[in-house]
């Protein structure tokens, strides 16, 4: 294996895995779940196990996928403790909606539910909940396949410095309780018939080493997710900067003034009570 260790690990987003089952067979899944031949579930006991070795905050977000997250015999429990065993600043779920009805209460803890469309396969159960409008759940439509990636179109091999542009470098992935570099890497290795234990590390303490190791561009070569050309990239973070100094110095600014206004008005009302 090449050794890579100057390679940082992103801290962006967890995104867990927590079983391989799913109720629809979607040709295009990222996750390479119709291919998938050892499915299992990753229970609680063991998610509570991984979450010892993930710091208190080591991560901004942490994701909870599949598979089909809700089809979980623990779901309920997955989500009532989740904020205790992964303290982290938001929580996300990717579900498709199959049986998210059952779980009204349990699903308050995601600040995010991103509700996947898969035309023809889910429409019905998708529209229902998109209907309910729960102020948590982004109902991401797609009316037709053309809006979903074509995972199996073109691979990476001539473009250079493939992992550096890759946005889905972002998210760290554990799936069957084994830690993978990008949230990508484990269904390319499903169509591709790539051994996991070249491309995940055991969930140990010295998970952050080991993954270091993994000869990545390697398999971002073989890789059929599109990556941005470094204007795209520059473009993106300087929106994203945008958005953070509006956020950061505008939206203050504007509250401050606001403040201002709302006081002097209280205090001419005041003056002018004193009149009468
Ligand atoms: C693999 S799914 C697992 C969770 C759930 N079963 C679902 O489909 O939402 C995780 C995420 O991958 C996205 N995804 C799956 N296949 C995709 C594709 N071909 N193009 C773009 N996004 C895809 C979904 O929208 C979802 O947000
Ligand atoms: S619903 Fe999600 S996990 Fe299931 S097959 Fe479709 S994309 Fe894959
Ligand atoms: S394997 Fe694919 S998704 Fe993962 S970092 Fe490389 S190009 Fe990106």
């Given at each position: 294996m090449k050794s890579n260790k100057n390679r940082k690990l992103n801290k962006f987003k967890l995104e867990i895995d927590?079983?391989?089952?799913?109720n629809l067979n979607c040709d295009l899944c990222a996750r390479g779940i119709p291919l998938q031949k050892d499915k299992r579930f990753t229970y609680y006991n063991e998610i509570e196990e991984i979450s010892k070795i993930i710091k208190p905050y080591e991560f901004n977000t942490i994701k909870i996928g599949g598979?089909?997250?809700?089809?979980?015999?623990e779901f309920s429990k997955i989500c009532q403790n989740l904020k205790r065993l992964f303290p982290a600043k938001s929580y996300y779920l990717a579900t498709?909606?199959?049986?998210?009805e059952n779980f009204l209460d349990e699903i308050?803890?995601?600040?995010t539910i991103e509700l996947s469309q898969y035309p023809g396969k889910n429409d019905e159960v998708f529209d229902k909940i998109a209907e309910?409008?729960?102020?948590n759940v982004i109902p991401v439509r797609k009316?037709?396949?053309?809006?979903?990636?074509?995972?199996?179109?073109?691979?990476?091999?001539?473009?250079?410095n493939i992992y550096n542009r890759?946005?889905?470098?972002?998210v760290t992935h554990i799936v069957g309780g084994r830690i993978y570099p990008c949230c990508n890497i484990f269904g390319q290795a499903m169509r591709q018939n790539i051994d996991l234990n070249n491309i995940s590390v055991l969930a140990d303490e010295n998970w952050r080493e080991n993954l270091k190791k993994i000869d990545i561009e390697t398999y971002c070569r073989r890789c059929f997710v599109k990556v941005p050309s470094y204007f795209n990239i520059a473009l993106y973070k300087t929106l994203i900067g945008t958005g953070r100094f509006i956020k950061q110095n505008i939206r203050p600014l504007k509250k401050y003034i606001f403040k201002n206004q709302i006081k002097r008005q209280i205090k001419k009302t005041n003056a002018s009570n004193k009149n009468i």
């Open positions: 927590i079983l391989d089952f799913c598979g089909e997250p809700t089809m979980h015999p498709n909606g199959f049986k998210l308050k803890v995601f600040d309910m409008n729960l102020s009316e037709d396949y053309t809006e979903l990636e074509d995972i199996y179109r073109e691979n990476n091999l001539n473009k250079k890759c946005i889905y470098k972002e």
